[in-house]
Structures are given as structure tokens and as C-alpha cells.
């Protein structure tokens, strides 16, 4: 305490003293009060970004998904262009030709489900 406070304090009397210390509770509960709202704000900024940031995370993941089931569309339609053209171009191969769309149109279908059921469980 510098000798210019001290000797203010010497001279102030008890009353003095205590208004002087009421005044400064109340400034430093004014200065909590603010303290405390500006957390408060500021925990609900922080919120804000982890929402938003999670929003974008959805959308670049439905992107994403959209993208990939969009390709694995065009793959199936496309196999089961080829397997038609193969079957009509050889009638007499029916048979072989009937194993070979199932099995690529099968694995194509398993292709296209296991897409959707990973961009589900990523939007999850």
C-alpha cells in the first residue's frame, strides 16, 4: 500500500471506510455479473461452431453418399445394358447368358445395398 493510500485511510473514518468498501463489493459484483455473461456468451458461440461444423460434416457426408450411389446406379444400369445386349445377341447361349446377368446384376444390387446402408449409418 503506498504511503499516500495509507494515510487517506488513516484519516477516513469507519463509516468512510465501510461506504468505500460497499462501493467496491458492488463494482466487483457489477464486474462478476459481466464476467459471467460474457462466458455465457461465449459458451454459446462455441456451441454455435460445433453446430454448424457438425452440419457441415452432414452435408459433405450426404454429398458424399449422393456421389457414391449416383455412380453405383450408373454401374448396375450399365451391367444390365451389357446383359441385355448379351442376351439378345445369343439366343442359344440363353442359359449362360441368364447365369452371368444374375450374377453381375447380384453383385451389382449387393454393391449398390452395402452403399446406402454405410451413407445411412454415416449420417447416422
Do not use: C, P
Given at each position: ?9 488513516n484519516r477516513m ?7 468505500a468498501?460497499?462501493h467496491q463489493?458492488n463494482?466487483l459484483?457489477?464486474?462478476q ?11 454459446l458461440?462455441?456451441?454455435r461452431g460445433?453446430i454448424?461444423?457438425m452440419?457441415?460434416?452432414?452435408h459433405?457426408?450426404?454429398m458424399e ?14 451391367k444390365?445394358t451389357?446383359?441385355?445386349r448379351?442376351y ?12 452371368t446377368v444374375?450374377?453381375g ?12 446402408l454405410e ?5 447416422s
Amino acid at each position: 500500500m503506498t504511503l499516500h493510500l495509507a494515510g487517506m485511510l488513516n484519516r477516513m473514518t469507519t463509516e468512510d471506510r465501510m461506504t468505500a468498501l460497499e462501493h467496491q463489493i458492488n463494482e466487483l459484483q457489477t464486474r462478476q455479473a459481466d464476467l459471467r455473461r460474457q462466458l455465457a456468451q461465449a459458451q454459446l458461440d462455441q456451441w454455435r461452431g460445433r453446430i454448424e461444423d457438425m452440419e457441415l460434416q452432414i452435408h459433405l457426408a450426404a454429398m458424399e453418399a449422393s456421389d457414391k450411389l449416383t455412380t453405383l446406379r450408373g454401374q448396375l444400369r450399365d451391367k444390365w445394358t451389357d446383359a441385355r445386349r448379351r442376351y439378345e445377341e445369343s439366343v442359344a447361349t440363353a442359359s449362360g447368358v441368364a447365369d452371368t446377368v444374375r450374377t453381375g446384376l447380384e453383385k451389382a444390387f449387393e454393391d449398390l445395398r452395402a452403399a446406402v446402408l454405410e451413407s445411412k449409418a454415416k449420417l447416422s
